[in-house]
């Protein structure tokens, strides 16, 4: 991987790993470019890295970005939960909120499908409050994921009443 120069470079040496070995001469090169603070590239960098490296690798990289945009807590979030991680989902959920960082439309579906998938349909009904308090209930990914939550835990009434709210439906939902 010689000739590892500016980021668009990178994304492009990026996209063609195949192995850990690789990955990590492309995260060498972004932090010898001093480029570990660019969201889109470690947004690019976080998917790959669940899948060709472990957890630990993931996170360390996402730790060392200094102050995460919400984007970015969301691309770990939704790469944990893609990868049938919902405890780590919801750990980093967490940790998202004690940082002061705020959830939104791309948050939502991810940790309701965490909730659903760990039988924490308390947790999954507060988030649901907290989803209508931010005004995002509506949005059709959240409220498809309510629907899809209250459905499995056979709470059909809930289900119907997030379903008739929905300012758009769509053939999932």
């Not at 669940?50 to 970005?65: A, C, I, M, N």
């Not at 980093?92 to 439309?105: E, N, S, Y």
Request: charged share 15%; with cysteine; glycine share 6%.
């Amino acid at each position: 991987m010689h000739g590892l120069g500016s980021g668009a470079s990178i994304i492009t040496f990026l996209k063609a790993c195949k192995s850990s070995e690789q990955l990590k001469q492309v995260h060498a090169s972004i932090i010898y470019r001093g480029l570990e603070q660019d969201q889109f590239l470690i947004s690019l960098f976080i998917p790959l890295s669940h899948t060709l490296s472990t957890l630990s690798y993931t996170s360390s990289v996402f730790l060392r970005v200094l102050t995460p945009s919400t984007f970015l807590w969301n691309t770990l979030i939704k790469s944990h939960c893609h990868n049938n991680c919902f405890s780590q989902t919801l750990t980093v959920f967490a940790r998202m909120k004690a940082h002061g960082v705020l959830p939104d439309t791309f948050t939502y579906p991810s940790v309701i499908k965490a909730y659903c998938t760990t039988c924490m349909l308390r947790k999954g009904k507060s988030l649901h409050g907290s989803a209508f308090r931010c005004g995002v209930h509506r949005d059709l990914y959240v409220a498809t994921s309510l629907v899809n939550m209250y459905g499995k835990f056979e709470h059909i009434a809930d289900a119907r009443r997030v379903f008739d709210g929905m300012s758009k439906r769509s053939v999932v939902s």
